[in-house]
T-cell receptor
Framework: DTAVSQTPKYLVTQMGNDKSIKCEQN?????MYWYKQDSKKFLKIMFS???????INETVPNRFSPKSPDKAHLNLHINSLELGDSAVYFC????????????FGPGTRLTVT | GDSVTQMEGPVTLSEEAFLTINCTYT??????LFWYVQYPGEGLQLLLK?????DKGSNKGFEATYRKETTSFHLEKGSVQVSDSAVYFC?????????????FGPGTSLSVIP
């Protein structure tokens, strides 16, 4: 059973389009995250939700909008895609206060052309 | 603020060589410390952790000791294998956000050649 799953695994799209990435965890965790990993493997946190409530919102363009319909799901919608959005996006989850121990999804590689 | 510094890669070793990846940190209080590993094409996974000073975390032949006096958490393995080729991240939870946010180091890429 996959603990943290993401769809799609690959996403190729053109500049200006809108796209979404979905994430689901079956670990029963309350907290979920979105990270962006660039080509040099640097990992940057974007958002975090605890039981559907936004708790971390880093400096991210407002073209990025997370949505958490329930505590097992955290989706990421991106409007007006730009070339610089090309990266691998990871979803992760953890228990509250246990952020050091996170469980990551397999990633979604987004390529904007 | 809290931060993590790792030795720059890439690191290339021959099989059975000894591995050290240095990690130093700045933190408020004494948080747990973590090493994550990312194999090619995969997400990060927790490799090992230490929850307090002088604790040694270990897993899959890797070890790291929480050194409060030197604020370090260096990763070591006595004999690396080709399958250890991956990117390694040192990490700590940030006290600034009640430990809900993790500060990751920049990652160190390791390549092991036969």
């Amino acid at each position: 059973d996959t603990a943290v799953s993401q769809t799609p695994k690959y996403l190729v799209t053109q500049m200006g389009n809108d796209k979404s990435i979905k994430c689901e965890q079956n670990l029963g965790h309350d907290t979920m995250y979105w990270y962006k990993q660039d080509s040099k493997k640097f990992l940057k946190i974007m958002f975090s939700y605890n039981n559907k409530e936004l708790i971390i919102n880093e400096t991210v363009p407002n073209r990025f909008s997370p949505k958490s319909p329930d505590k097992a799901h955290l989706n990421l919608h991106i409007n007006s895609l730009e070339l610089g959005d090309s990266a691998v996006y990871f979803c992760a989850s953890s228990q509250p206060g246990g952020a050091g121990e996170q469980y990551f999804g397999p990633g979604t590689r987004l390529t904007v052309t | 603020g809290d931060s993590v510094t790792q030795m720059e890669g890439p690191v290339t070793l021959s099989e059975e060589a000894f591995l050290t990846i240095n990690c130093t940190y700045t933190a408020t209080g004494y948080p747990s410390l973590f090493w994550y590993v990312q194999y090619p094409g995969e997400g990060l996974q927790l490799l090992l952790k230490a929850t307090k000073a002088d604790d040694k975390g270990s897993n899959k032949g890797f070890e790291a000791t929480y050194r409060k006096e030197t604020t370090s958490f260096h990763l070591e393995k006595g004999s690396v294998q080709v399958s250890d080729s991956a990117v390694y991240f040192c990490a700590l939870p940030s006290a600034k956000t009640s430990y809900d946010k993790v500060i990751f180091g920049p990652g160190t890429s390791l390549s092991v050649i036969p």
